[in-house]
């Protein structure tokens, strides 16, 4: 393959990223100000989602895995825990601290909200075979890993 016929294949690549990236802004303006039924802001759905995964941590690391501030990663916890999603606990390596996790209720919520989301997808994927889904998840997941190791090189190597 020439470098001609490289180039051209990651222009490819890059329209692809355009047209996601422009589809999540979409996204992120129609539900901005959007409050699920059970009155929470959407957006502290992503805190809970990464308390599941995640497991346990302290709100400055819940707010590095999702991508925001301090304060705004602080409103959600505050929220999720009124709700009974999320509980404090003391952080056992530093008492000063305190760890963040999904409680019971936070788990079965998101369960539920996955079963609607894929509820709202099967369709969508009708004509997608098995194989094309697990090959679109492992090379996503790959350039996913890429594209953040060179933001941190562009950032100064964090």
Request: hydrophobic share 40%; no cysteine.
């Amino acid at each position: 393959m020439t470098d001609e016929e490289r180039a051209e294949r990651i222009e490819g690549i890059v329209g692809v990223i355009a047209e996601l990236t422009r589809l999540k802004e979409r996204h992120a303006v129609m539900t901005r100000h959007a409050v699920a039924p059970d009155g929470v802001e959407l957006a502290a759905y992503t805190a809970l989602f990464a308390l599941v995964k995640g497991g346990p941590m302290r709100s400055s690391a819940l707010a590095e895995q999702i991508h925001t501030d301090p304060s705004t990663a602080s409103r959600y916890v505050t929220t999720l825990t009124n709700l009974g999603y999320a509980e404090r606990t003391a952080d056992p390596s530093d008492r000063r601290a305190a760890l963040v996790s999904a409680t019971e209720a936070g788990e079965a919520k998101v369960a539920f909200i996955r079963e609607q989301r894929n509820e709202k997808l099967r369709p969508l994927m009708e004509e997608w075979t098995d194989e094309e889904i697990d090959q679109f998840v492992v090379l996503g997941n790959r350039a996913l890993l890429q594209f953040e190791q060179a933001l941190k090189l562009m950032r100064g190597g964090e």
